[in-house]
């Protein structure tokens, strides 16, 4: 019997956990991912970490930036620059299909998940990647120069600007899927990839009803496992150290591991951060420490793989 | 004083002597482009007659297809049909960036002429391009399968089948832009391009108000003039020749002229055809007969010139 798994992922770390998960489970695995950072350019909707996830799985990711597909060109982003259009958020030829064809597919009357769910097949995906919500939710950070849209952020101010707080534009109004939710109820364990816990986990999260969603599945006794994306005090990419701190939060393993105090039953840290297992199991979480490291596809498989025996037991 | 000569064009042939008017009376040239070929692949507003144009005057065309950029690359198209998008309609990656950039605009709330307008500027080009009316105009052709949209049969089924009706869909809501209106009006000369004249110069003609236009024209001694498509008895390029016989007229330049009687007061035929002077100016027009074939740039500018020594003379 396919045991189900659920992931919660945002872009590039949750992307490789998800690949190496991938690998265990099959179409077993079912992940979640943050729809905040999702925008749209040139009118074609971008959904970075649904598409991150996607190429990971499929395949097909870019390996030194993480985001993008391999060997792409940028024949028509060069194009676009003629015509005056901002190009500081650069799409590849080949990247650009899945967001013409996803544009196309919604505007015409698609449901985003079940768009989402066509093209991933069309990929020969056998997971299933669901973004949080089919209703639209922005993240939107506030810097010193206000309040900026989080690609604005990310991207063309490379994450320099210290963030001074967060907000998700439309989180009230929005719901998670029926998949999210048929996803949930019916899941084995769950597993909170190594992503930024306050960007791509939190706006996950924070999709009202997906807590309880969560907490439903722990009442029937499924664990939730989560894995650290902070790795001696440093995010392995992107911003989660620098804005952990500023938001007053501590940039560390067991920092991370208070965020989801009450949610999480096992807790993953890397083995630089072994010291810290006492501080995160203080939290009434068991501590599993291990190379967290996904530098290659073998290391994707065998951190995921001490996982999925930790909560598919 | 600028000259202002107004050109209808449809696409390869059309786009042509634009570029030789272009060349001879540069932004005094305003070309009223056929929009009824206009259709939307993957979500995006693809306007074939306006960007062959376009390219044409912009020094980027595809020489031998005439339709596209010079050396484009089909890195998206591949792409799309792993997502399973029809692909017999191939769009470039860099001619891909011009159905981008509009269809965002005009979606943004951008009015198509002032759209494409601004796409042209961005391109260098000093000459107008504008769209026959901001009013969506389809032409569709009947066969023995049906009615079919015209790049169906055009490009799909390579204008094989026989063409039994015409119909321009929305064209009775339609109505010429702002800026036609404008051009027909203060022109010195109008000169109607070798274009097909049922499916390309016919629905700009079509337009309500666009005859009025040139009539109005015509009634303040504004000459036109018109280049016959069909050389030989047969069209240089695409499916005139058999459609004009089809729909009970005769594949001729003489045949071409009878649709243009009461319109044009000079008619430029081919040399091969001199035979047909007699008959053309039997409707009332003068017959011009020179060499009409634009094989290279310097045909085009001779042609032009000639074209432009009769009518602005």
């Known amino acids: 019997m396919t045991r189900h798994l659920v992931a919660l992922a945002g872009g590039v770390g949750g992307a490789k956990l998800a690949e190496g998960l991938a690998a265990h489970c099959g179409d077993g695995l079912e992940v979640i991912v943050n729809t905040g950072d999702d925008c749209v350019r040139h009118g074609l909707l971008v959904m970075p970490d649904h598409d991150t996830v996607l190429y990971n799985l499929a395949g097909l990711e870019q390996a030194v930036f993480g985001w993008g597909i391999e060997g792409d060109t940028f024949a028509t982003m060069d194009q676009l620059a003629a015509y005056g259009e901002e190009t500081w958020f650069r799409l590849g030829d080949r990247d650009l299909a899945l967001h013409i064809a996803r544009t196309a597919r919604v505007r015409a009357g698609g449901r985003l998940t079940e768009v989402c769910l066509g093209l ?78 306050l960007v791509s986990v939190g706006p996950i999260l924070a999709v009202p009803g997906m807590r309880d969603g969560v907490d439903r599945a722990r009442a029937r006794g ?29 940039a560390s393993a067991a920092g991370v591991a208070r965020l989801y105090a009450g949610m999480v039953d ?45 909560v598919l037991a």
């Open 120 to 197: 991933q097949a069309a990929l020969g995906v056998a997971s299933r990647i669901l973004p949080m919500s089919d209703d639209p939710v922005a993240t939107e950070v506030r810097t010193a120069d206000g309040w900026l849209e989080f690609q604005e952020y990310f991207v063309h101010r490379r994450q320099e600007p210290d963030v001074l707080e967060l907000r998700f534009a439309g989180m009230t109004a929005a719901a998670p899927s029926p998949e999210v939710v048929a996803a949930l109820d019916r899941a084995d364990a769950i597993v909170v990839c190594p992503s930024n816990p």
């Open 222 to 250: 499924v664990p939730v496992a989560a894995v650290s994306p902070i790795v001696g005090g440093r995010a392995l990419k992107g911003p989660a150290d620098r804005m952990l701190v500023g938001l007053g939060h501590e």
């Open 266 to 310: 096992v807790f993953v840290i890397d083995a630089v951060d072994e010291g810290e297992a006492a501080a995160v199991e203080a939290l009434g979480m068991r501590a599993v420490v291990t190379d967290t490291i996904m530098g290659d596809d073998a290391s994707r498989a065998r951190l995921a793989g001490e996982i999925v025996a930790e």
